[in-house]
């Protein structure tokens, strides 16, 4: 339920659409507390997609701990390690075929699924959860040269205080970086009670003690120091393209790399995302891509 609330992008009106919204706002108005438990499940539980690429023989499965469950985690290669963050509904296996091209680039690529994302544990996903999940992946290795995040792993990567995620570049695959706007523009579009939506919102932030109003990818990406490779499709429907030509017009350290015809899901395993990858690898901390 919760794809087609975050990835449906039509502003048509449709009958669907009003009975959903009228619905969640009975149920908000007469059962307030139900309905809270059920917007917690429908609003923050994403697909756990199913593995569409083969994996690489030499990949190694592992595991790490996190405060909200086991994080199943591969690697893959040997060298300077990247770690790779998928968005919202996706797994690590989108990566592999990327991975592999890493690996005989000569690194070490580690990817794993986030919270209630792939074969990782947990219940609900959100950006505290996707924070937390990448503070976990980070504390279980020395070094990092860099990482690499599609969707809303660039949120949630950009939103990471670890210092490890702090100094290193970043490789961002059809970012949101106005995540606030994307977040409340999806919920809006579905139709869903906004009030309640915002309450479950605000719930989730106490608990996490994760005031949304911090959220905010676009102004923290401008203040990084270290180099940023956008690599964007024109014609992305989930996430604009023009925001991220925006901030690498902003920013002296943001370079974006804009495609066609690859979509929000195929560029992953693109070759522009790979050409990036090799640009990125060889960048130092003060370079200009």
């Known amino acids: 339920m919760s794809d087609k609330i975050y990835f449906n992008t039509s502003a048509k009106f449709n009958l669907r659409r009003s009975l959903i919204n009228v619905g969640t706002r009975i149920h908000h108005r007469v059962a307030p507390n139900h309905a809270r438990q059920i917007a917690r499940q429908l609003l923050l539980t994403p697909v756990r997609s199913k593995p ?16 909200h469950g086991d994080l199943t985690t591969y690697t893959l290669g040997t060298g300077p390690l990247w770690v790779l963050n998928h968005g919202w509904s996706g797994t690590a296996n989108q990566f592999f075929p990327l991975m592999e091209f890493m690996a005989q680039s000569g690194f070490t690529a580690l990817a794993y699924d986030q919270p209630a994302h792939g ?14 999940g990448l503070d976990a992946i980070l504390d279980s290795v020395d070094e990092v040269a860099g990482i690499i995040a599609h969707s809303m792993g660039t949120a949630s990567t ?16 059809a970012p949101v970086l106005e995540y606030l706007d994307n977040l409340f523009s999806s919920v809006k579009r579905s139709g869903y009670s906004m009030k309640l939506f915002e309450e479950v919102v605000e719930e989730v932030s106490a608990q996490y003690h ?19 490779l ?18 690498s017009e902003e920013s002296p350290k943001v370079t974006l790399v804009a495609t066609t015809g690859l979509g929000h899901g195929r560029i992953m395993k693109s070759d522009p995302v790979k050409e990036g990858f090799l640009s990125l690898s060889k960048c130092k901390s003060n370079c200009t891509l």
């Open 52 to 67: 569409n690429n083969p994996q690489p023989p030499a990949m190694v499965k592992g595991i790490v701990k996190s405060a």
């Open 119 to 132: 074969s990782s544990g947990g219940a609900y996903g959100h950006i505290p959860a996707f924070v937390e």
């Open 158 to 173: 950009i939103e990471c205080k670890h210092i490890k995620a702090m100094n290193c570049p970043l490789l961002l695959i």
């Open 210 to 228: 994760y005031p949304i109003a911090t959220i905010d990818p676009y102004a923290k990406l401008k203040a990084r120091s270290t180099p940023t």
């Open 230 to 247: 956008i690599v964007h499709d024109e014609d992305d429907r989930f996430t604009p393209f023009v925001v991220s030509k925006r901030i």
